[in-house]
């Protein structure tokens, strides 16, 4: 409920009438549909039958731009919303390119809460947020309550700030305006996507590239970045998907909610997973002169957890289906 006064052009359409699983009819924007975790979440929404569910891409929609933005919500008047759009990268992905990180995220966050806040439709709106806003020194498993408890990974802040000044932001649209923001964070995330792996993806596609190149060339070894204790977390995007919904049609609160899997690998664990799956039969190598990152970020999910969500995907199967659908892609690029 607003705190005090009353804004200015704020209508926040939260009516409470119906929740979002009976309002399959209405419009719904998911902002990074063809992103890895959009697309997942597309497929979710299309399977449980919703029938009016808006995309842009980046070419179509540049969410960076504060003018195309409110031109496209004042258009459209979306009833929900669902960003999954944002700069997101590997690791070094952001080290190597903060500045574009910061702003990129900032300016696609305030658009698009601004936006919906003043096209006067939106009924709810969930924001993605990350693991990586946790403090360095985090209890593990890490409870939500770790946020702000102390600063992000060195290195990783350039993507973190920005993330739990969206999660702050979501809260001071709900305290002042009324909105029903929420924010989810899950941990590492895998499942298919376009364009297809880079040096500078995530780990997994990362080494899926990796080891198939090196097996197509005959390569003796392959290196794997870091000391490979480092422990992760991994999650398909079809679970985290169902996470996006459930969250969606059951959770109205203002503190984030963690979404992991629960299941954590070493790095050594999962490049030996790879290598099987994709079949490699040389060495596999440690590049000590590549960062670990945090040695171990493993999220309580349990708030999750309670509003019966489980995740389904085991990790060795999700890397097979992406393995498989990696190869039947038509990219000469990943192909070798
Ligand atoms: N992947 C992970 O492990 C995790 C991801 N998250 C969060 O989940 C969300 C989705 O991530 P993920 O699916 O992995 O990321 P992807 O990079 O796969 O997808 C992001 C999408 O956002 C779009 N996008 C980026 N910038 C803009 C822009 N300026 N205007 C319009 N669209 C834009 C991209 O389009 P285009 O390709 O055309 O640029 C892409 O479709 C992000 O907010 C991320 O921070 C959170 C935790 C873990
Ligand atoms: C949840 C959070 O996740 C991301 O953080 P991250 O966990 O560091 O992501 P990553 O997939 O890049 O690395 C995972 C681990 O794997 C090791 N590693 C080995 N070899 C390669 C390799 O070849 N590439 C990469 N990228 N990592 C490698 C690497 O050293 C690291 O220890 C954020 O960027 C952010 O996107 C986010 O939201």
Redesign the pocket.
């Known amino acids: 409920m607003p705190s005090h006064g009353a804004p200015q052009h704020a209508a926040i359409a939260n009516d409470g009438s119906s929740s979002f699983l009976a309002d399959k009819s209405a419009k719904v924007f998911l902002a990074g549909h063809k992103g890895m975790l959009g697309s997942a979440v597309h497929r979710r929404l299309t399977a449980l039958g919703f029938t009016n569910v808006v995309g842009r891409t980046r070419a179509e929609l540049d969410l960076t731009c504060e003018a195309a933005v409110r031109k496209f919500f004042d258009a459209e008047r979306p009833r929900y919303v669902i960003l999954a759009a944002g700069k997101?990268?590997?690791?070094?992905?952001?080290s190597a390119a903060p500045v574009d990180f910061m702003t990129e995220n900032l300016r696609i966050t305030t658009n698009v809460l601004a936006a919906a806040r003043l096209c006067g439709t939106v009924r709810k709106l969930l924001f993605l947020a990350?693991?990586?806003v946790y403090p360095v020194d985090a209890p593990q498993p890490i409870p939500e309550s770790a946020l702000l408890a102390g600063p992000p990974a060195p290195g990783?802040e350039w993507?973190a700030i920005p993330k739990i000044v969206g999660i702050k932001m979501c809260q001071a649209y709900r305290a002042e305006l009324g909105m029903d923001a929420i924010v989810a964070a899950?941990?590492?995330l895998y499942g298919p996507r376009e364009p297809f792996p880079s040096?500078s993806?995530?780990?997994?596609p990362?080494?899926i590239r990796?080891f198939h190149r090196a097996k197509a060339a005959g390569a003796p070894e392959v290196a794997?970045?870091?000391s490979g204790l480092?422990l992760?977390e991994f999650t398909h995007a079809d679970d985290a998907a169902d996470a996006i919904v459930l969250l969606m049609d059951r959770y109205s609160g203002a503190e984030h909610v963690n979404v992991g899997s629960g299941r954590e690998v070493t790095?050594r664990e999962l490049a030996e997973m790879v290598r099987e799956v994709v079949g490699y039969e040389g060495r596999v190598v440690w590049d000590t002169s590549?960062?670990?990152?945090?040695m171990r970020?493993l999220l309580d999910s349990s708030k999750m957890r309670a509003m019966g969500w489980e995740p389904k995907v085991e990790l060795r199967d999700g890397l097979k289906k992406l393995y498989e659908y990696l190869r039947g892609s038509v990219v000469t690029s990943f192909k070798a």
């Not at 997101?88 to 952001?94: C, D, F, K, Q, T």
């Not at 590549?290 to 945090?294: I, K, M, Q």
Request: hydrophobic share 35%; charged share 15%; aromatic share 8%.
């Open positions: 997101v990268g590997g690791l070094h992905a952001s990350t693991s990586a990783n993507y899950p941990n590492n040096e993806s995530h780990v997994i990362a080494l990796r794997v970045w870091g480092q992760r790095v590549w960062p670990d990152g945090v970020r």
